[in-house]
């Protein structure tokens, strides 16, 4: 069974539309993570979610959203995409504590979403 | 500000040994972790690092020095299926991954 699943693997569209991005976890994680990573291969945080705190990068634009209709999902909607959106867009999760209860961020990635915006 | 260094590009030969480097500079540290990425693939996790040492892992070890804020990944007997990113990335006070760039390692018959 896969861990962290997104669909699509793949998105094509035109400047100006409004796309969606999901995301799901069977892990039970509490954690749930957006990132983007460029041409330059750089990966860059987006969003963490969990039940109590969504935390945002400053630098994201606000035509970017998070929608998380329960723990397990947490969607990435893109309004009025641009050029500079192109991008593949990984999905993580990750469990708070470990077995001892010590603060642990092991992330388990999604395959990945290549948007491509024409 | 928060920072993490590491080589951007390496080649090595397969069946030898390679050490990528990972600095950082972090508000607060809880630990440090190594990723694999190979082209088009999601990162993988290999290792997580919180105390001073190494940690081995079959070919692969990690090493933390949190003193010098330094670590380093070791791959021994390099095979062609090594060639990928290595990403850095480490925990900040508030449990935050920072991510370095990533090195590319190139491995040549």
């Known amino acids: 069974d896969t861990a962290v699943s997104q669909t699509p693997k793949y998105l094509v569209t035109q400047m100006g539309n409004d796309k969606s991005i999901k995301c799901e976890q069977n892990?039970?994680?509490?954690?749930m993570y957006w990132y983007k990573q460029d041409s330059k291969k750089f990966l860059k945080i987006m969003f963490s979610?969990?039940?109590?705190?969504?935390?945002i990068n400053e630098t994201v634009p606000n035509r970017f959203s998070p929608k998380s209709p329960d723990k397990a999902h947490l969607n990435l909607h893109i309004n009025s995409l641009e050029l500079g959106d192109s991008a593949v867009y990984f999905c993580?999760?990750?469990?708070?504590?470990?077995?001892?209860?010590?603060?642990?961020?092991?992330?388990?990635f999604g395959p990945g979403t290549r948007l491509t915006v024409l | 500000g928060q920072n993490i260094d590491q080589p951007t590009e390496m080649t090595a030969t397969e069946g030898a040994i390679v050490q990528i480097n990972c600095t950082y500079q972090?508000?607060?540290?809880?630990?440090l972790f190594w990723y694999q990425q190979h082209a088009g693939e999601a990162p993988t996790f290999l290792s997580y690092?919180?105390l001073d040492g190494l940690e081995e892992k079959g070919r692969f070890s990690s090493f933390l020095s949190r003193s010098k804020g330094y670590s380093y990944l070791l791959l021994k007997e390099l095979q062609m299926k090594d060639s990928a990113s290595y990403l850095c990335?480490?925990?900040?006070?508030?449990?935050?991954?920072?991510w370095g760039a990533g090195t590319k390692l190139i491995i040549k018959p």
């Open positions: 993580a999760s990750s469990q708070d504590l470990d077995q001892r209860g010590a603060p642990y961020n092991e992330q388990f």
């Open positions: 892990l039970g994680h509490d954690t």
């Open positions: 979610y969990n039940n109590k705190e969504l935390i």
């Open positions: 972090t508000s607060g540290f809880n630990g």
């Open positions: 690092n919180v």
């Open positions: 990335a480490v925990m900040d006070s508030n449990y935050q991954l920072i």
